[in-house]
């Protein structure tokens, strides 16, 4: 009999159709029953405080959730396979004081809705309330609240981690040198930290050696740093709020970083710190009441600092250390005692394409109303350069010596020492951050 007399029956009539309907159905039954096999077999683990939990987690399987009841629990633990960690209402993880109270080393892994605290305070071994290792990529850690810890979270390595709608308390115990961060990222490329409160300790956020990351939406208070750079490039801060920290935002060693929105009150030293920090766009933030400055450039070349708001500082701007190629428009400097303070002998003009900065002590007509003063804008002069340099000559600065010297300036503009020059200077301050709101 050949293939055709076989085979060749089915094609003439309907009992084709129907054998190959019965074939594909049982393809999609074997197939979906193959696809559902990982979540039919995970499972949920209710436990009870005092149950000891590392067996519970050593008897899950890839999949299921462990959720502790409301109540104590004895840490700490490893979760070393893909399981989800949850807190019912009032549920408490805490660790005896020594090493890290969650260790994870498996991907994907959710942590969520848990009071931490009892960590270690050994800083090399990064004791942490929760510490993800470079095993351990996608960690998704929200919605806890961690007390008392050196570290709070600890990315080491964990790629592509978010951290996201935590309260951070560090330790209050501890000299702020020997103290941990809220959040510590080393070489996680592509993790977030985004809406979390966080307080005491070192620093907010400390990043090293990364790429990628993004910080949004955090709130920080009573640390060293809210954020803090290192090495870490094409990332993003944006709408961040600091208060009272010795600095806002101290970025360090960093290239393409966008800047934006972000929102320093009465931090102690400076609100922004940008030291070797090249190629970035720092926009649309606000810096008040800085302790000694507002803003630090230190060596950062090829950014635009664009539509920021500096206000209430002993200085508005120090810019020194051969920083070039910066643009420097649409800013407002407000009622700071000195706006500019620069170190060198070179000229620069803060205007780009005939727009400048708004200066609130610049007493300037614009009789053409186009919005720009009609003469450049000089926030320094001979004597601002010899008061740096030499700082016990405040004492003359009400001597008819140093009034001769700047009415000389003020009327032979040759006089002038290197230094910045604003061409076109803003009339009106641009519009405030809608963040900027105390």
């Known amino acids: 009999m050949g293939r055709c007399d076989l085979w060749c029956p089915l094609y003439r009539g309907a009992g084709f159709v129907r054998a190959a309907a019965r074939v594909l159905a049982c393809v999609a039954i074997v197939a979906g029953a193959l696809g559902s096999t990982s979540s039919a077999l995970a499972a949920e683990h209710l436990v009870p405080p005092g149950t000891p939990l590392q067996p519970v987690i050593e008897a899950a399987v890839a999949g299921d959730v462990i959720r502790l009841a409301a109540g104590r629990h004895a840490g700490p633990i490893a979760l070393d396979r893909t399981l989800s960690l949850v807190g019912e209402p009032g549920a408490v993880l805490a660790g005896p004081g020594v090493g890290s109270v969650v260790t994870v080393t498996a ?32 960690a998704d850690i929200r919605n806890n609240h961690l007390v008392g810890n050196l570290f709070g979270v600890y990315l080491h390595g964990a790629g592509g981690s978010v951290v996201r709608d935590n309260i951070i308390r560090g330790r209050t115990d501890l000299r702020m040198a020997e103290a941990g961060n809220g959040v510590s990222i080393w070489n996680a490329p592509g993790a977030k930290v985004i809406g979390n409160t966080i307080s005491h300790g070192r620093d907010g956020i400390f990043v090293k050696v990364s790429t990628r990351n993004s910080f949004e939406n955090n709130t920080f208070s009573d640390l060293r740093f809210a954020i803090h750079y290192m090495y870490a490039n094409d990332s ?49 933030n606000v810096v008040r009441g800085g302790g000694e400055k507002c803003v630090f450039v230190y060596n950062a070349n090829g950014n635009r600092i664009a539509e920021n708001w500096f206000e209430g500082c002993p200085i508005g701007i120090h810019f020194t250390a051969g920083s070039e190629g910066n643009s420097m428009t649409g800013n407002a400097f407000v009622a700071n005692q000195m706006q500019v303070k620069y170190v060198g002998t070179r000229y620069l003009d803060w205007a780009s394409e005939g727009r400048g900065n708004y200066w609130s002590d610049n007493p300037a007509y614009d009789l053409n109303g186009d919005g720009i003063a009609d003469r450049p804008y000089r ?24 009034q001769m010297v700047r009415w000389a300036q003020a009327h032979f ?26």
């Open 107 to 138: 991907p994907d892994v959710q942590i969520r809705g848990l009071q931490i605290s009892g960590s270690g305070i050994d800083v090399a071994e990064m004791d942490s309330a929760i510490l993800v290792l470079e095993s351990a990529p996608r």
């Open 236 to 284: 993003r801060i944006i709408g961040n709020r600091s208060r009272g920290n010795h600095v806002g935002w101290a970025i360090m060693y960093s290239d393409r970083l966008q800047i934006r929105d972000n929102v320093s009150d009465n931090d102690r030293d400076h609100g922004l710190m940008l030291n070797s920090t090249n190629n970035s766009q720092v926009i649309g």
């Open 379 to 402: 926030p320094n002069d001979v004597m601002d350069e010899i008061l740096w340099t030499l700082p016990q000559a405040k004492a003359l600065i009400s001597s008819p010596a140093v």
């Open 413 to 438: 503009p040759a006089l002038y020492p290197g230094g910045v020059v604003d061409t076109a200077p803003l009339m009106r301050p641009p519009p405030m951050s809608r963040r900027a709101s105390p």
